[in-house]
């Protein structure tokens, strides 16, 4: 079993930036891939950055891709999103979540472990 809790959402001007965090515990952070998705309200959730066990893989989506980070450390059992640039349609609650399986996934049903969210807001 792994537990992820999510922090560091807020309140942010559009140009402006956040840092999410997830913390993990129960399994050995390093044996899985993490992802961050989110989903704003009345739409799917939706893939945004995923990062491979050791850090050396990251993947985006087109919408964050030069905006967005994704980082780990795996000694303080952490996967990060560096959000800059922010946007009105970065609004979202933010999830984290754990694919014991996988590099790549960018589909929910094939993350095995979720977070409870982090809401994001960006005022225009």
């Known amino acids: 079993q792994v537990q992820l809790v999510e922090s560091g959402g807020g309140l942010v001007q559009a140009g402006g930036s956040l840092r999410l965090s997830c913390a993990a515990s129960?399994?050995?952070?390093?044996?899985?891939?993490m992802g961050w998705f989110r989903q704003a309200p009345g739409k799917e959730r939706e893939f945004v950055a995923g990062?491979?066990?050791?850090?050396?893989?990251?993947y985006y989506a087109d919408s964050v891709k030069g905006r967005f980070t994704i980082s780990r450390d795996n000694a303080k059992n952490t996967v990060y999103l560096q959000m800059n640039s922010l946007k009105p349609e970065d609004t979202a609650v933010y999830y984290c979540?754990?694919?014991?399986?996988?590099?790549?996934?960018?589909?929910?049903?094939?993350?095995?472990?979720w977070g409870q969210g982090t809401q994001v807001t960006v005022s225009s």
């Open positions: 129960g399994r050995t952070f390093s044996s899985y891939v």
């Open positions: 979540a754990a694919d014991l399986e996988r590099v790549g996934s960018r589909v929910t049903y094939e993350y095995d472990y």
């Open positions: 990062i491979s066990w050791s850090g050396g893989s990251r």
